[in-house]
C-alpha cells in the first residue's frame, strides 16, 4: 500500500453503523488533490505491465477514466444493469444487502489481454468479485485491482486473495 497525505472527508455509520466512509469526492472537488491521488495511483502502478484498464460504475468511472488518459490506456466500463447498449457479459452480486447486476461489453477486451480493475473503495471486495467474474468471461487476465481507499475492517482484500491488491490509504 503507498500511503496518502490527503485531507479527506468522512462520513460516521455511512452507509450503515459501524462504517466510516471515507468520500473520494472530498479529493475531487480541488483539481490539486484529484490530479495528486491520480498521479500517486500511477506511479505505484509502474512495473505493472496491463493492456487495459476495467472500471466500476461510479467511482471507478472517475478514478479509472482519469487513470486512463493519465497512463495512455484504454478504459473498459463496466456498468449497473441496463445501461450498456451492445452485447455484453453479466453476473449478479450481493452489494450493500441487495442483488446488483453489473454488465461489460463483450467486445470491450480481448482474449487474454491483461487488465487492471480499478475503484475508488475497497470495502468487502463484493464488487471486485463481480468484476473479476466478468473479466474471466471475457478471458482477460487481471493483474491487479486498484482503489484509493480501503476499509480493512470489511476484509475486502481477503475476499480478493489471488489478485494484487494497490490502495494508497486505509481506513478501519
Known amino acids: 500500500m503507498v500511503e496518502s497525505t490527503y485531507t479527506v472527508r468522512t462520513f460516521k455509520d455511512y452507509p450503515k453503523e459501524g462504517i466510516n466512509l471515507p468520500d473520494t469526492s472530498s479529493l475531487w472537488k480541488d483539481a490539486t488533490s484529484h490530479r495528486k491521488h491520480i498521479d500517486d495511483l500511477a506511479a505505484a502502478l509502474e512495473g505493472v505491465k496491463f493492456d487495459k484498464i476495467i472500471g466500476l460504475e461510479s467511482g471507478g468511472f472517475a478514478v479509472g477514466g482519469a487513470l486512463a488518459y493519465k497512463l495512455g490506456k484504454a478504459f ?51 464488487t471486485t468479485l463481480a468484476a473479476l467474474e466478468l473479466a ?3 478471458e482477460a487476465e487481471v493483474v491487479a485491482a486498484v482503489y484509493i481507499f480501503e476499509l480493512t475492517s470489511l476484509k475486502g482484500r481477503e475476499a480478493l486473495k489471488d489478485i494484487k491488491v494497490i490502495t494508497l490509504k486505509s481506513y478501519e
Not at 444493469?81 to 455484453?88: D, N
Open 76 to 126: 473498459i466500463p463496466i456498468r449497473k444493469k441496463g445501461k450498456l447498449p451492445t452485447e455484453k457479459y453479466t453476473t449478479e452480486i450481493l452489494d450493500g444487502g441487495k442483488m446488483e447486476t453489473f454488465e461489460i461489453h463483450k467486445d470491450g477486451v480481448d482474449k487474454g489481454e491483461k487488465v487492471i480493475i480499478v475503484d475508488d473503495l475497497l470495502g468487502d471486495g463484493n
Open 136 to 138: 474471466k468471461k471475457l
